[in-house]
């Protein structure tokens, strides 16, 4: 069965530093978003890509978050300097153009950041 | 207006009981509600959806009700079993465009044997 590999699946950091997080889609899913999930929450959008563009990236703090998509498969969220609050699992998601607008978003299995 | 509420927090309930887990939007321009299942070290799974043109959805041993004029949905889990335990989260969603897709805070099911 297809799945949202991600990578690594822990990252300690120290505050200040910089991480990166990798994400590769299910084959042939257009649509990824990258996520973050506060413990005892439910998952927050911070991006989306159709293919190789942002869609809504709203949500994303862009003093220091950046995503990119450069070839429309996998894609890189990286965050620079690293804040003790942005301790929380990253997850990305993708989907397919299905018959309708209800198309359902495949989850990996995230990535745990702890900034000390 | 996009917030969805969710309720209760966590739950305790016996093998073979029946969970239900509520959530609640202000937003009437959602049009799709899902909920997810996630296990610990794992992402969200689908576990079950339904639009507001109906009012209960069922598959299996989940069903969904929902009451549009409430504007709440509501998930049913009949017979619990342990392997049932893990956070749920309903989401509701508007179009393509994640800005639209928000998720409840979650509730934590535990089935006890």
């Known amino acids: 069965e297809a799945e949202v590999a991600q990578s690594p699946r822990y990252k300690i950091t120290e505050k200040s530093q910089a991480v990166a997080f990798w994400c590769d889609p299910i084959s042939g899913h257009a649509t990824l978003y990258w996520y973050r999930q506060i413990l005892g929450q439910g998952p927050e959008l911070l991006v989306q890509?159709?293919?190789?563009?942002?869609?809504?990236d709203s949500q994303l703090p862009k003093d220091r978050f950046s995503a990119e998509r450069l070839k429309g498969v996998d894609s890189t969220l990286k965050i620079q300097p690293a804040e003790l609050g942005d301790s929380a699992m990253y997850l990305c998601?993708?989907?397919?153009?299905?018959?309708?607008?209800?198309?359902?978003?495949?989850f990996g299995p995230g990535t745990r950041l702890t900034v000390l | 207006q996009q917030q969805v509420k969710q309720s209760p927090q966590s739950l305790i309930v016996q093998k073979g009981g029946i969970s239900i887990i509520n959530c609640a939007y202000e937003n009437t321009a959602f049009d799709y509600f899902p909920w997810y299942q996630q296990f610990p070290g794992k992402g969200p799974a689908l576990l079950i959806a339904i639009r507001p043109d109906v009012s209960e959805k069922k598959e299996g041993r989940f069903t969904i009700s929902f009451n549009k004029s409430a504007k709440q949905f509501s998930l049913h889990i009949m017979d619990s079993q342990p392997g049932d335990s893990a956070t749920y989260f309903c989401a509701a969603k508007r179009g393509n465009y994640g800005q639209n897709f928000v998720f409840g805070p979650g509730t934590r099911l535990s089935v006890l044997p």
């Open positions: 890509f159709q293919d190789e563009s942002v869609v809504d």
């Open positions: 998601a993708s989907s397919s153009p299905g018959t309708d607008d209800y198309n359902e978003q495949f």
